[in-house]
Antibody, heavy 120, light 108 residues
Framework: EVKLVESGGGLEQPGGSLRLSCAAS????????MNWVRQAPGKGLEWVSY????????HYADSVKGRFIISRDNGKKSLFLQMNSLRAEDTAVYYC?????????????WGQGKLVTVSS | SYVLTQPPSVSVAPGQTARITCGGN??????MNWYQQKPGQAPVLVVY???DRPSGIPERISGSNSGNTATLTISRVEAGDEADYYCQVWDSSNDHVVFGGGTKLTVL
């Protein structure tokens, strides 16, 4: 069974940093690209970042570029999102999700999500 | 940047057919994916690559994509289909994943 479990997150002040982790199991993690997708309270889905299976290709949404860093450790079957210079508008549930193939492919498995709140 | 436009809401009676549209400039040239999200749950992929269904998704859910409009069609709508639906593509011009704003499907 494919499982993605996010951890980290919580409450942070504006300007602060947080790190999200995503533990993968039930599939060959090193063979799949991954996305981070977020959803602000009561709002729609917003893509955050993409990383290819080998970490050779990385993309970011304009709203987080220069502040967030996506990375992965295939040996530990883990995905990460380092979030710096946090803003109130970064408040959202963050999902890690598996991509079926290249960046145009569907995202077929999602974690349960982790709430990040940025507030003073 | 590329924009996908969805109607905020669609209402349909049980047993009828619901059609949810997703508009974008020449969207038919892109591979369209659709997600279903119920309250308090993570999204679920229901259609990928315009019209393919992941295993476990019923045949009464289908997709099409041509010209400037992609459509998600749900036949014989059931109460359990009530959810938010999102379309999504890859914008290769700036290497971004793009989601539509979402459509709330209400079963009357």
């Amino acid at each position: 069974e494919v499982k993605l479990v996010e951890s980290g997150g919580g409450l942070e002040q504006p300007g602060g940093s947080l790190r999200l982790s995503c533990a993968a199991s039930g599939f060959t993690f090193s063979g799949y690209s991954m996305n981070w997708v977020r959803q602000a309270p009561g709002k729609g889905l917003e893509w955050v970042s993409y990383i290819s299976s080998s970490s050779g290709t990385i993309h970011y949404a304009d709203s987080v570029k220069g502040r967030f860093i996506i990375s992965r450790d295939n040996g530990k079957k883990s995905l990460f999102l380092q979030m710096n210079s946090l803003r109130a508008e970064d408040t959202a549930v963050y999902y890690c999700a598996r991509v079926q193939g290249g960046p145009a492919a569907g995202t077929d498995y999602w974690g349960q999500g982790k709430l990040v709140t940025v507030s003073s | 940047s590329y924009v996908l436009t969805q109607p905020p809401s669609v209402s349909v009676a049980p047993g009828q057919t619901a059609r949810i549209t997703c508009g974008g400039n020449n969207v038919g040239s892109k591979s369209m994916n659709w997600y279903q999200q119920k309250p308090g749950q993570a999204p679920v992929l229901v259609v990928y690559d315009d019209s393919d269904r992941p295993s476990g998704i019923p045949e009464r859910i289908s997709g099409s994509n041509s010209g400037n409009t992609a459509t998600l069609t749900i036949s014989r709508v059931e109460a359990g289909d009530e959810a938010d639906y999102y379309c999504q593509v890859w914008d290769s011009s700036n290497d971004h994943v793009v989601f539509g704003g979402g459509t709330k499907l209400t079963v009357l």
